[in-house]
């Protein structure tokens, strides 16, 4: 079946740092992607909608300036946390429905820790 | 507005007992999608079944089973005979027909004992 990747899973930065969070899908081609934050033992919220060739689409509370979202290819979609402090610290999935069909894949996640 | 609400935020159950997980929804919308998916404890999200809005069947996948019931806006999980394996914490979502954007309950922990 359809697989989604992220890299890394995670990964721990000092805060004002920038970390870059990707999202791959392996065997199909992903016109739209969707980002998700997690925090512990939370639902998700979605962040934003990823769209290949143009600006991504923000949910209302989510800054675009902070949360960076660059859609390149149709097999990849990048989040950049800038500036990350403590309370960026989440669980971040990405999600990419599959062209189609009725089926959406979720990546594994990222767990980001701001120190 | 879009909503989904699961008020069981933890439960516990011995091996082999049946359980249900409710999952009550809001949304104005006349054709929509409801989902379960599974989020054992390494966090991927493991997709468990998806319902249109106008498919009121009920599905029964082994040991799983969903009721949907769109008078009382409700899409029910049920695990029969349930294992150590089915512990996780379980969400419900929603998405409008036009959009895979989901719309997530708050999530169900369930704990099975041995």
């Known amino acids: 079946g359809a697989v989604v990747s992220q890299h890394p899973s995670w990964v721990i930065c000092k805060s004002g740092t920038s970390v870059k969070i990707e999202c791959r899908s392996l065997?199909?081609?992903?016109?739209?992607m969707f980002w998700y934050r997690q925090f512990p033992k939370q639902s998700l919220m979605l962040m934003a909608t990823?769209?290949?060739?143009?600006?991504?689409?923000?949910e209302q509370g989510v800054e675009k300036d902070k949360f960076l979202i660059n859609h390149a290819s149709l097999t990849l979609s990048t989040l950049t946390v800038t500036s990350a402090h403590p309370e960026d610290s989440s669980f971040y999935i990405c999600?990419?429905?599959?062209?189609?069909?009725?089926?959406?894949?979720f990546g594994p996640g990222t767990r980001l820790t701001v120190t | 507005a879009q909503k989904v609400t699961q008020a069981q935020t933890e439960i516990s159950v011995v091996e082999k007992e049946d359980v249900t997980l409710d999952c009550v929804y809001e949304?104005?919308?006349?054709?929509?999608?409801l989902f379960w998916y599974k989020q054992p404890p390494s966090g991927e999200l493991v997709f468990l079944i998806r319902?249109?809005?106008?498919?009121?069947q009920n599905e029964i996948s082994g040991r799983y089973s969903w009721n949907f019931q769109k008078s009382t806006s409700s899409f029910n999980f049920t695990i029969t005979a349930s294992q150590v394996v089915d512990s996780a914490v379980y969400f419900c979502?929603?998405?409008?027909?036009?959009?895979?954007?989901?719309?997530f309950g708050t999530g169900t922990r369930l704990q099975v004992f041995p």
């Open positions: 065997d199909f081609q992903a016109t739209t």
């Open positions: 999600s990419a429905p599959v062209p189609g069909s009725d089926e959406q894949y």
């Open positions: 319902r249109n809005s106008f498919d009121e």
């Open positions: 949304t104005r919308d006349t054709t929509y999608y």
């Open positions: 990823s769209n290949e060739g143009s600006k991504a689409t923000y």
């Open positions: 979502a929603l998405s409008n027909y036009n959009t895979d954007k989901l719309i």
